[in-house]
């Protein structure tokens, strides 16, 4: 196995921020856990590629969480994307795709459909009054597994129905998640007439699941 080796280190909102590479790879590293790298994003693809599906064109599409650019990079793909939000709390890792990780997200940050918003995701919902057709989160390692304890609030009933505020009236929830997150997907079956799980195989593991949800009960 390919040794890593540290490229930057940085301090932002969530705390310690470390890149790190292996080989051609790059792993993200968040207050010394591992968080994401870039050798496997077919989940983060499928993520986008599910909640745009169906969808007519124009789609307005927000992503809470840049990562290494696995979803953002689909989203540009898609044609029948009109715009696409990405909310990113950490400035460390927007600066990463100008240089290191710019080949994973496909160059995206400079296609000008796309918007990028330096923020917390739960206050920039708060702020905005903008609606959009497909909400996807790859905020975190999934509802069980934050980032920080704050963003627990993002996945409780709170931040389920500030979500389901702002999608359109055809609007989808897309979650990513590194394992199944069964409380969760209660929650998305409370709030939503139809919740659907999708395990995605990896190569070592359980499988990732995106969960896709629909039609908020208002």
């Known amino acids: 196995m390919t040794a890593s080796a540290t490229v930057e280190r940085a301090h932002g909102p969530s705390g310690e921020l470390v890149l790190r ?8 590293i968040s207050n010394g856990v591992f ?6 994003g077919e989940s983060e693809r499928l993520l986008v590629r599910a909640a745009v599906a169906g969808l007519r064109p124009p789609v307005s599409l927000l992503i809470g969480g840049l990562g290494v650019g696995f979803s953002l990079a689909e989203a540009v793909a ?24 710019r080949p994973f997200s496909a160059a995206a940050l400079d296609d000008p459909r796309v918007r990028v918003v330096g923020a917390d995701l739960l206050d920039h919902l708060r702020r905005s009054g903008h609606h959009y057709d497909a909400i996807c989160l790859d905020t975190d390692n999934g509802p069980d597994w934050t980032v920080t304890p704050a963003n627990a609030d993002l996945y409780g009933e709170d931040g389920l129905a500030l979500l389901a505020a702002r ?9 990513w998640s590194a394992a199944a997150a069964p409380a ?11 919740v659907e799980a999708r395990p995605v195989p990896v190569p070592r593991g359980e499988p990732d699941v995106v969960y896709l949800a629909r039609r908020p009960r208002r």
Not at 21 to 28: F, L, M, Q, V
């Open 21 to 28: 590479r292996a080989g051609a790879h790059y792993e993200i």
């Open 35 to 40: 968080l994401m790298d870039t050798r496997n």
């Open 78 to 101: 898609l044609p029948g994307v009109a715009a696409v939000t990405v909310v990113e709390i950490e400035p460390a890792v927007i600066g990463w795709h100008a240089t290191h990780l």
């Open 167 to 175: 999608l359109t009236g055809r609007g989808v929830l897309a979650v």
């Open 184 to 194: 969760y997907e209660e929650r998305l079956r409370a709030r939503f007439a139809e």
